[in-house]
Structure formats: C-alpha cells, structure tokens
C-alpha cells in the first residue's frame, strides 16, 4: 500500500510542477514550485520503487496518469481545448496503463504459482 502512496504522490507532484511551468510565465515566483514539484516528484517514484513496486508499471502509470490529468487541468485553468482526438488519446492512455497494471499482477501470479 506504501508504494501505491508514493505513487500518487509522484504523480501529483509532476502535475503541480507541469502546470506551474505554464503559469510561472506570467509570476515567476512560481518557478520555485516547479522545482519543488519535479524534484519532489522524481523522488516519490523512487520511493515508489524502493518500496516494491515494478519499474514498468510505476513509471507507466506515473507517465501516463500525468499526461491525461496535466491536460484535463490545463483546460480548467488555462482554457486550453481538448479536441476529440486528444479525448481519444487520453482514454487509450488509460486503457494502456489499466493493462499493464492487469499484466503485471497475472505475471506476478504466475510467478508465484511457478516457484
């Protein structure tokens, strides 16, 4: 359960620093949450991964999860549009994340009933 906090943590990390990036154009001050957010970030997957987590599926859904919630917040608080496509995008980004999460436990359990 530990690693799956340090995950989330992560990933709310590098979404706070992504749309800090954007808007420290405007208050530079903001850079500093940039740096905070993606160092803090980095450190939170690592964590993620110390405490068991498999490499694969951590940076997958890290990745992923980042890339759909850094969109849907920049249409929040930017305006930015999300196009169909982009919408399709997003829900495949999902689906990939979903089964390499289903791909890794099956893995795991057939690694566990082999030994």
Known sequence: MKKWMFLVAAIAM???GSISLKAAMEHPVLYAVVTVGYAGSFISLFMALRNGMNLGVGYGIWG???VAATAVLSLLIFHEPITLLM???IVVVMAGVLLIELGSQAAQKKAEVSS
Do not use: L, P, R
Request: glycine share 34%.
């Open 64 to 66: 992923a999860t980042g």
């Open 14 to 16: 590098e979404v706070t």
């Open 87 to 89: 919408g399709i995008g």
